[in-house]
């Protein structure tokens, strides 16, 4: 499965700070603590519409579908409660310093590829 987190930008940060903590050390909390195969930032650099709600940044994930209903699993901890209760504390104190959790939303979603594409090895990347 695939999920997208839209992020504003809490007040206490400034934009540089933000991005500092976002882009520099947060980034590898992400993908070692979950089981994401696919880690995607984007940074909103300006609001398209005049009533666009004010993000600071998009993250696109892709997980293995299992890690939908398995938060072991999403934590890349599956059957290890210890590992779990680790990658999680972890994430969420990362989080904490550059996100404000009333102002994210997070919405599950699909990812498919038609056509043959495949990655740099030249192996498809998903299934087919």
């Known amino acids: 499965f695939a999920q997208i987190a839209l992020i504003a930008r809490p007040p206490r940060l400034t934009q540089d700070a933000y991005l500092d903590v976002w882009l520099k050390s947060h980034t590898h909390v992400g993908v070692e603590t979950q089981s994401n195969f696919y880690y995607c930032q984007n940074i909103v650099s300006r609001p398209l519409t005049y009533d666009a709600p004010p993000l600071a940044s998009i993250v696109?994930?892709?997980?293995?579908?299992?890690?939908?209903?398995?938060?072991?699993?999403?934590?890349?901890?599956?059957?290890?409660?210890?590992?779990?209760?680790?990658?999680?504390?972890?994430?969420?104190?990362?989080?904490?310093?550059?996100?404000?959790?009333?102002?994210?939303?997070?919405?599950?979603?699909?990812?498919?590829?038609?056509?043959?594409?495949?990655?740099?090895?030249?192996?498809p990347d998903f299934p087919r």
Request: glycine share 8%.
């Open 60 to 123: 696109e994930e892709r997980f293995p579908i299992g890690a939908m209903t398995d938060q072991q699993l999403f934590y890349d901890a599956a059957g290890n409660p210890e590992k779990y209760e680790k990658n999680l504390k972890r994430m969420m104190d990362s989080c904490s310093r550059f996100v404000d959790f009333d102002r994210i939303d997070v919405m599950v979603t699909s990812a498919y590829r038609f056509g043959g594409w495949a990655d740099a090895s030249g192996q």
